[in-house]
């Protein structure tokens, strides 16, 4: 089981910058793909961005171009750089880790709010 510890949330004004944080420790070995997710309070859970081992990444619609997902391998860290943040982006944002044959891993989620 892959353990995920996310920080970095807080409160931005519009137009703002933000940068989360992804730490995976245990069996981490097997990762193939981590991620972000949100989930807005009535709204359901929805895919944000992933990156792959060597750093293929995928974004959703509404936030490419403003979001960036980067990894560092050796420290088993992800990031989410969030540019331009809008008051549609608050949600929990939560990290998510793939390993083939188990279930996926989940953080406990970091609050990003974008207010004025």
């Known amino acids: 089981q892959v353990q995920l510890v996310e920080s970095g949330g807080g409160l931005v004004q519009p137009g703002g910058s933000l940068r989360v944080s992804c730490a995976a420790s245990?069996?981490?070995?097997?990762?193939?793909?981590m991620g972000w997710y949100r989930q807005a309070p009535g709204k359901q859970r929805e895919l944000v961005a992933t990156i792959a081992k060597f750093a293929e990444t995928t974004y959703s619609d509404s936030v490419k171009g403003r979001f960036t997902i980067s990894i560092n391998n050796a420290r088993n860290i992800i990031f989410l750089q969030m540019n331009s943040l809008k008051p549609e982006d608050t949600a929990l944002y939560y990290c998510?880790?793939?390993?083939?044959?188990?279930?996926?891993?989940w953080g406990q989620g970091t609050q990003v709010t974008v207010s004025s």
């Open positions: 245990g069996n981490t070995f097997n990762i193939g793909v």
């Open positions: 998510n880790a793939k390993q083939s044959g188990r279930p996926d891993s």
